[in-house]
């Protein structure tokens, strides 16, 4: 019994999409979010139009939204961490300048 082309698709957005996340490629990963509906929407058609199990489709489903889910979550924190890092940076330079400042106009 062959797997429906409809649920391969879904099933190589799924493999994709743990790559992307395990290399944390974050390029890749808003790609193929792009690909998320164009993918889910012939697996809905066909599962209304009665050529699809519900149960495969309801497993790959679940299994694509944990993946979506992860990839949101690592995204949030990667921002964060960017975030944290370039507000470090910024207090560094105003300590920094703070001391320039000072040493500058240090009476003589």
């Not at 924190?77 to 944290?84: C, M, R, V």
């Amino acid at each position: 019994m062959s797997v429906p082309e409809q649920l391969e698709a879904v099933d190589t957005l799924v493999e994709d999409l743990k790559t992307a996340l395990a290399e944390k490629n974050w390029e890749e990963l808003s790609r193929l979010n792009e690909r998320v509906k164009p993918t889910i929407e012939p697996v809905m058609a066909a599962l209304e139009a009665g050529e699809l199990s519900p149960e495969p489709v309801r497993e790959r489903l679940a299994t694509l939204q944990t993946y979506c889910d992860r990839a949101n979550i690592s995204a949030n924190e990667a921002k964060a961490e960017a975030q944290k890092a370039l507000k470090e940076i910024n207090q560094n330079r105003s300590a920094a300048k703070a001391y320039q400042n000072v040493s500058l106009n240090r009476p003589k």
